[in-house]
């Protein structure tokens, strides 16, 4: 087999969700400021395939979560994965990097490993909240594995795999550089009036869930602070979706798009949010929050048995403390939310609290050196020269 021109790597992303299209988005800038003749195939969504990957097939198959989600799809997801893995192995590229998305991920992974190709993961499984076994399984898969957070790496490295922390990609985003002034003119709110920014999630079963709960906290919180407003950015393909559960009855109620929601962030005196990676972002934005999430009792009852963390926010994860107070199932509702919501909008010691800990936040996610896209271009690299002239890729 003839060696890979390093000049112009053929490189194969897979994505599955819209977070990790964004990191597969940062990964193809990140490599081709290193190698500009570089080639890219494979699975993506929307921000990827600005970047020029055309994809296999749409990345809204694969966006699923839940047991009770997946199930009528898994014949559907189960063909993706052998169309992917024979994919792979025809245009053989030179790296797959597989990017979060571990259900789907790792079936793929198996069924190309032998075939001569770098394998790196991005985005590490969450084992050090639940199934720690899955460290040593995806030990056998990869060569490489990027984390996001600083205390993945052992748990991976103690099995042979070697991993690296690159940083998390929010540290570099706009995210926390939004304008409020621009954004309550546009919207016609005065400078004292207080704003709630509310953040349902990004999935249909989400929103179905947590809008309508979301909506009545505002009505509470509307009781003891008339005057408040409320905006609710949301993603393209949910925005109908959302007008629809709001209806006509909730007026001082804005809903916009992902593009304004930094300055939506900036605007804002306190949020309302799912469990997510939304977190982080409020971390990274200094808007003190408060979390709420509603899943099916199926999958209800196999996280409690299987997750090994107290929280389920990254920020109090990393804090190891209830730092954003969280709401969740049968905790998740309008008289508990606002109740942990007023002290946040009327500022205080809960509110300078989590503007504290959010500095400690983006200092941790920071990376050691570069940007999360550079670091993680260079090790991806880095995996398709270490796999070619290793002679157990060859055989």
Not at 313 to 340: F, G, W, Y
Request: proline share 8%; glycine share 8%.
């Amino acid at each position: 087999m003839s060696e890979p021109d390093p000049n112009t790597p053929l490189v194969y992303l897979i994505a599955g969700e819209s977070s990790g299209d964004n990191l597969g988005a940062g990964l193809i800038d990140g490599i081709r400021a290193l190698r500009p003749g570089a080639r890219f195939t494979g699975v993506g969504g929307p921000a990827m395939q600005a970047k020029g990957l055309e994809s296999l097939f749409p990345m809204s198959d694969l966006s699923v979560m839940g047991v009770a989600e997946i199930i009528p799809r898994l014949r559907l997801l189960l063909r993706r994965i052998r169309q992917t893995a024979s994919h792979i192995r025809e245009v053989h590229p030179d790296v797959v990097v597989t990017i979060d998305s571990p259900d789907f991920s790792f079936r793929v992974a198996r069924r190309i490993k032998g075939h001569s190709i770098a394998l790196v993961h991005y985005v590490a499984p969450t084992v050090w909240a639940w199934r720690p076994k899955r460290a040593a399984k995806i030990a056998r898969l990869y060569d490489h594995l990027l984390t996001l957070f600083p205390f993945e790496p052992p748990y991976f490295e103690r099995e042979g795999l070697p991993s690296t922390f690159v940083g998390h990609p929010l540290i570099n985003s706009e995210i926390g550089s939004g304008d409020s002034d621009k954004f309550r003119a546009r919207y016609d709110l005065g400078n004292d009036m207080p704003v709630l920014c509310m953040l349902p999630g990004s999935r249909r079963s989400e929103i179905s869930r947590l809008l309508p709960v979301f909506l009545q906290t505002l009505d509470l919180l509307r009781r003891q602070v008339p005057e408040l407003h409320c905006v609710i950015p949301t993603v393209p393909h949910m925005e109908q979706d959302v007008r629809r559960i709001i209806g006509e009855t909730n007026g001082n109620t804005v809903v916009v798009d992902q593009g304004q929601k930094a300055d939506a962030f900036a605007a804002s005196n306190a949020a309302l949010a799912a469990s997510g990676t939304v977190a982080l972002e409020l971390a990274m934005a200094g808007l003190p929050g408060v979390i709420g999430y509603i899943t099916s009792a199926t999958t209800a009852m196999v996280a409690r048995h299987m997750i090994r963390v107290p929280y389920v926010s990254l920020v109090n994860i990393l804090c190891e403390k209830e730092v954003m107070p969280e709401r969740l199932q049968e905790h998740c509702t309008p008289d508990a939310l606002c109740a942990e919501l007023i002290p946040l909008l009327s500022g205080g010691q809960k509110r300078t609290d989590q503007l504290d800990a959010f500095r400690q936040v983006r200092g941790r996610l920071s990376p050691p050196d570069g940007t999360p896209d550079q670091i993680a271009a260079h090790h991806i690299l880095h995996a398709i020269k270490a796999h070619s002239k290793d002679p157990r890729s060859k055989a």
